[in-house]
């Protein structure tokens, strides 16, 4: 969040198993960790194959899916600010495993390609710390 000088980062989990969104960790206070985001399990699936499609970063308003307009409703107070709204997606061995949301920067500025970089570095890099996790 320092770094982009966002003032909202949420990092969400997918259950597979249970066809599940939850909110892991938060800098907006609106969003308590364990919160599921409103989506069916066909939305689910849907953001799974979106990412595996376009593993990289992606603006929330540029996509016209389910998944990125409930990422974008829910909480409302989540994106009340600033420019660009992503999504950046934790990939490891072809499964995503959950994203990253990053919204409200400070002034309204939009990412620029370094950022992008920057953002999808460290999901690779969280998405692995995870794979890590589940296997210990």
């Not at 949420?10 to 909110?23: E, F, K, P, R, Y």
């Not at 107070?77 to 959950?98: E, H, K, N, T």
């Given at each position: 969040a320092e770094t982009l000088h966002a003032l909202s980062v949420?990092?969400?989990?997918?259950?597979?198993?249970?066809?599940?969104?939850?909110?892991a960790a938060s800098t907006a206070a609106a969003e308590p960790a364990g919160r599921e985001l409103p989506l069916?399990?066909?939305?689910?699936?849907?953001?799974?194959?979106?990412?595996?499609?376009?593993?990289?970063?992606?603006?929330?308003?540029?996509?016209?899916?389910?998944?990125?307009?409930?990422?974008?409703a829910w909480p409302?107070?989540?994106?009340?600010?600033?420019?660009?709204?992503?999504?950046?997606?934790?990939?490891?061995?072809?499964?995503?495993?959950?994203?990253v949301t990053i919204a409200d920067r400070a002034g309204g500025a939009p990412c620029g390609a370094a950022e992008y970089d920057l953002l999808e570095c460290i999901a690779d890099h969280a998405a692995a710390a995870l794979l890590n996790a589940q296997l210990a």
């Open positions: 949420t990092v969400w989990l997918i259950d597979a198993s249970q066809g599940t969104v939850q909110c069916p399990p066909a939305g689910v699936r849907e953001l799974q194959g979106y990412f595996i499609a376009h593993p990289r970063a992606v603006p929330l308003d540029a996509a016209s899916t389910g998944w990125a307009a409930a990422l974008c409302p107070a989540q994106f009340a600010r600033g420019a660009d709204r992503l999504a950046v997606p934790l990939i490891v061995r072809g499964q995503v495993l959950g994203l």
